[in-house]
């Protein structure tokens, strides 16, 4: 038979485990003994030639399966008659004999295990089985059967007819209760488990009038099968689809399978942290690591860890911490058999880095996940990391977590200071609190000294090209500059260090964006020189990191988000000014930058330098000696993000329902903890109250009275449905009374004739504070709206006046809402983006950096994804729902329609999209069905590892979308529950005639 698809045989298999095979059901039938005059072929090829039924075949119901078994020799039904025939030529009668064909039919199975049969006149035993997962019964059969890997009988059959031969194990234990005299021809509803089956008898002499008779009286087992089918087939359709019932099969199979796994090699669990000894092999391969540092082991067999209690670790930065966090989480998904995610709370273990916490909104959000988990579940394990702590005594109690703190440096820091020429090491014992370490050595020229006054030249240059350096600056703009000039000072030689890497290197960026190429890096990355800041995309800077890794960039000037952000250590650090911005650093920003000096592994000591000038000398003293800034809560300074997030949320799911709940629930946050300190003028309670009472005045909340007793009652809250939806939206609780006043102006007069007006409505409200409109650009853009689009722009309420007053430097003496008119500029930004596609055009049109309309178009995706959640839950916004689930998607692919069906593959970002259709493979299709090898050689710089991505990657969403539409089908299919019944119709005999 062909082939039915590897869709079929994997999900038919992965049930073989948990039935009988067809040979065991075969075995205990009545197979009497005699020949076939014609041979087992003949009888095939003269029923495919259009031969009657047999004989004892009653013909009342179609043969839905004839002619099933005449698609290949070594079909599924074809097999079973070889096999009864085989029997029948058996010259004892009711034994099965190991005759070649039947030890090759019998040699297919789905597991490695040798089965030892025992052979009994009385019922059916168990089979002893080794590594095997359950007990099926014997067989009656007279010796031992070694059972290889392989197919079973029920492989290569359709899945629909295997599940109804499933039913069967559950009754082939009775065959053996009664000896059938009879046989009579099923009826045409008889299912598989209802087939009469004759006991297996001893030999005997049988006249040739009884063989006759009992020959014509049975038939063969291949028509009861094909009549069992039928009648299954035309059973009712089974209320739960095939395709769910499959799926907990699998489900089913795969837990039984690790769970015999896990008891197969318990002797392997805890070689390597309680860990099989297959883990510590991994990290030696992949890694490199073969010791652990024994801070590590000291961690890792601390007994609040073994108890499973919440901790807190503290080390310097590139110590090792992460690595202690990945042991722990495969400790939680190998022996404890639970979910693990770092970053974010989920069932078994929370893993952060803690002084986030006191980082504005995202602090905030932190605080609130890992309270709610601390009220909600007792037995989550919650293990938080950090480089820089300082009140530890707070976060413990807030964690309820136990605390373990180390010094330990793989390689050593030394921290230095440079004042003019001088340079000096940091000693804390020192009066100064510095040391004089030597003096710069560097022959500038009078240009030289004025371009780079602070000699950054004659510091990379002693490190570079052999080791790597970071330069860390204040803007980033400087940045640019920085990386700029020091490339206009270095030697040629420079420029043959790795020349063909960085050849390739450059080719690679400018793929990314279409030969998009920011001429600062043209002029700089040929000297193994860069800069990284959040003006670049996302796609380039993940590439730029790479080759800074790879060692192939050997200078990177950046700003003070990498040190937070990204792992890149270098062999020294320097500090452009001890400045962000205009803002003094703070000790943990400080420690954060300089903990970059240092690669474990590769250098044996690492350097920072903290350039100064003598205006700044008496703030050094705090920044380089003094401890570690406090962690402080900002739920309280983050209103709509933080306490009013929270409390809303608290109502939403019902965690508490009153203040009396909402108080009980405040106390065991870090910000009930720290509220004296915080905010002594309010108490706690007084806290709760006033963000409640916000609440209910913005119509999120409402107050319900409910009787607790005769004469008593008590003020619940309850979330309303736009509060609902809020919830539900993820929404800024600052924006969503302006949100809903939004989109039910838009009811009053939506703008179809183009996507303005629904850009307008999901363009990101925080992201306004931040435009600052080129007034010039937007006079033009906004002379060339088409009569539809400036209608948009009356009902938002920007007028073409405003503008032109604002680009001609003219007073504006009527009121404007400039935060409507800064929004709306920000829409024409991703309107253009939606028609261009190019995020490096668009941002040359606007004036933007490519970076900052990259993160516009990433929180517009976000945001329209926001409110089509929150228009789910009100009923007036559906006419928004499907207009905002097309939106969405084309904010979040910004590409043209034609690269979208291939951005959904993983790994396949804009750039690669387009390679791969320009190369023919234009749909999913085509990559499910490519070579990754062919791949490799059309698609530039891919490599094997993302060619075999994408292929799998292509064959997975083709296989999800197949069972989407069998389901589909199979729900259309599907006969109603309340289908009505026939109507009895009126009879004669009541006096009504026709």
Same mark, same amino acid.
């Given at each position: ?97 190991? &005759? ?55 492989? @290569? ?76 087939? &035309? ?5 739960? $689809? ?21 008891? +197969? ?61 990945? !042991? ?77 703190? $180390? ?10 200071? &440079? %004042? ?47 080791? +790597? ?21 270095? =030697? ?11 050849? @390739? ?68 650090? %320097?500090?452009?000014?001890?400045? %962000? ?29 903290? %350039? ?64 004296? $300190? ?49 919830? &539900? ?89 400039? =935060? ?34 990259? =993160? ?93 991505? !994408? ?44």
């Amino acid at each position: 038979m062909e082939d039915p698809g590897p869709g079929i045989r994997r999900r038919v298999s992965a049930r073989k485990r948990s039935r009988r095979g067809l040979r065991e059901t075969a075995a205990v039938s009545p197979l009497e003994p005699g020949k076939d005059p014609e041979g087992t072929e003949g009888k095939r090829r003269r029923r495919r030639s259009g031969s009657p039924r047999p004989p004892e075949y009653d013909g009342s119901e179609e043969d839905m399966f004839s002619g099933y078994d005449s698609f290949a020799e070594n079909s599924f039904l074809a097999q079973v008659d070889d096999l009864e025939q085989k029997c029948m030529q058996s010259p004892e009668y009711g034994t099965i004999t190991t &005759k070649p064909a039947f030890e090759e039919l019998c040699s297919k199975s789905t597991e490695t295990s040798e089965f030892n049969i025992i052979a009994t006149d009385g019922n059916l035993t168990d089979i002893e089985t080794e590594d095997y997962c359950y007990s099926p019964k014997t067989l009656h059969l007279q010796e031992n059967v070694t059972i290889e890997p392989g197919d079973d009988l029920l492989y @290569d059959i359709p899945c629909s007819q295997a599940l109804y031969f499933e039913k069967s194990k559950d009754s082939i234990s009775d065959l053996n209760n009664s000896s059938i005299k009879e046989s009579y021809p099923l009826p045409s509803h008889q299912t598989l488990n209802e087939i009469p089956v004759e006991q297996p008898q001893e030999k005997k002499n049988l006249s040739p009038q009884s063989t006759e008779s009992d020959m014509n009286r049975r038939r063969s087992l291949k028509d009861r099968l094909k009549s069992a089918m039928t009648g299954n087939a &035309k059973a009712q359709t089974p209320k739960f $689809s095939k395709r769910e019932q499959l799926k907990e099969a699998i489900l089913s199979e795969e837990i039984n399978v690790a769970k015999k796994t896990m008891e +197969s090699s318990s002797d392997d669990l805890g070689p390597f942290y309680s860990l099989p000894s297959k883990v510590r092999d991994l990290f030696v391969q992949y890694k490199g690591i073969r010791k652990l540092y024994d801070w590590q082991h000291t961690c890792l067999t601390l007994t609040c860890l073994q108890q499973r209690k919440n901790l807190i670790y503290s080390l310097p930065t590139s110590g090792g911490k992460t690595l202690v966090a990945e !042991i722990l989480m495969l400790q939680e998904l190998l022996c404890r058999q639970k979910n693990v995610l770092m970053i974010l709370p989920y069932v078994a273990i929370v893993q952060e880095k803690l002084h986030m916490i006191g980082e504005g909104s995202r602090g905030a959000i932190l605080e609130i996940t890992l309270a709610k988990i601390l009220y909600t579940s007792k037995t989550t394990q919650i293990i938080g990391m950090s480089a820089t702590l300082n009140n530890v005594e707070e976060l413990q109690e807030f964690l309820k977590a136990e605390y373990y703190t $180390s010094k330990f440096r793989p390689v050593e820091l030394k921290e230095y200071l &440079k %004042i003019n020429d001088t340079i000096y090491e940091v000693d804390t014992k020192a009066e100064k609190g510095y040391t004089f370490s030597r003096l710069l050595k560097c022959k500038y020229s009078d240009n030289l000294e004025k371009m780079d006054p602070d000699h950054l030249v004659a510091l990379v240059t002693e490190i570079i090209p052999n080791y +790597s350096c970071l330069v860390f600056c204040p803007t980033k703009k400087n940045c640019e500059n920085v990386a700029d000039m020091i490339c206009k000072f270095l =030697n040629k030689d420079y420029l043959k260090h790795r020349e063909k890497e960085k050849c @390739d290197f450059l080719k690679n960026l400018k793929n990314v964006h279409n030969g998009g190429l920011c001429p600062v890096l043209k002029r700089t990355i040929p000297f193994g020189v860069a800069y990284h800041h959040s003006g670049l995309t996302s796609d380039e800077r993940k590439i730029l990191e790479g080759a800074y890794a790879a060692g192939v960039l050997c200078l990177l000037t950046c700003t003070s988000t990498l040190a937070a952000g990204v792992n890149l250590p270098a062999r020294r650090v %320097i500090l452009r000014a001890p400045y %962000i911005a205009t803002q003094f650093l703070k000790r943990n920003q400080y420690q954060q930058m300089i903990g970059r000096a240092g690669r474990a592994g590769i250098d044996t000591v690492g350097e920072s330098i903290l %350039i100064l000038q003598e205006k700044d000398k008496h703030l050094v003293l705090d920044l380089v000696n003094s401890p570690l800034e406090n962690c402080y809560s900002h739920l309280g300074q983050e209103i709509t993000k933080g306490i009013q997030s929270l409390l809303l949320s608290l109502i939403g799911l019902k965690i508490a329902k009153n203040l009396e709940g909402i108080y009980h629930f405040m106390c065991g946050t870090f910000f009930g903890i720290q509220q004296k $300190s915080l905010s002594a003028e309010k108490s706690l309670w007084e806290i709760s109250q006033k963000a409640l009472a916000t609440l209910i005045e913005k119509g999120l909340l409402q107050r319900q009275s409910v009787c607790k007793s005769e004469g008593e009652s008590q003020c619940d809250l309850q979330i309303t449905k736009l509060g609902q939806a809020s919830l &539900k939206g993820t929404l800024d609780l600052a924006y969503c009374d302006i949100l809903y006043k939004d989109l039910k102006k838009g009811l009053e007069g939506l703008v179809l004739e183009s996507y303005l007006h629904l850009i307008y409505l999901t363009t990101p409200y925080d992201m306004v504070s931040q435009c600052r409109p080129d007034w010039m650009i937007y006079l033009s853009r906004f002379s060339h709206l088409s009569s539809a689009e400036q209608k948009v722009a009356a009902i938002i309420g920007v007028s073409e006046s405003f503008i032109t007053k604002k680009a001609s430097g003219q007073a504006i003496k009527k009121d404007v809402d400039k =935060n409507i008119v800064n929004r709306f500029y920000l829409s024409f930004v991703l309107y253009a983006l939606l028609k261009e596609t190019n995020i490096w055009s668009v941002s040359e049109k606007f004036n933007m950096s490519r970076g900052y309309v990259q =993160n516009l178009l990433s929180a517009a995706a976000s945001f329209s994804s926001c409110i089509l959640h929150f228009c789910e839950e009100l009923e007036e916004f559906w006419v928004y729902r499907a207009l905002l689930t097309e939106l969405t998607k084309k904010l979040s692919y910004c590409v043209k329609a034609d690269l979208v069906p291939l951005m959904e593959v993983t790994g396949v970002l804009e750039s690669r999209a387009k390679q791969l259709y320009d190369a023919g493979y234009k749909t999913v299709t085509y990559l499910a069905n490519a070579d990754p090898e062919v791949l490799i050689r059309t698609i530039n710089h891919l490599s094997r590892r993302q060619a075999k991505q !994408i292929v799998s990657s292509a064959k997975m969403l083709l296989n999800e979308k197949a069972e989407a539409l069998q389901e589909e089908v199979e729900n259309l299919l599907r006969p109603p529950p309340n289908i009505p019944g026939p109507v009895a119709l009126p009879s004669k005999s009541h006096g009504l005639t026709q």
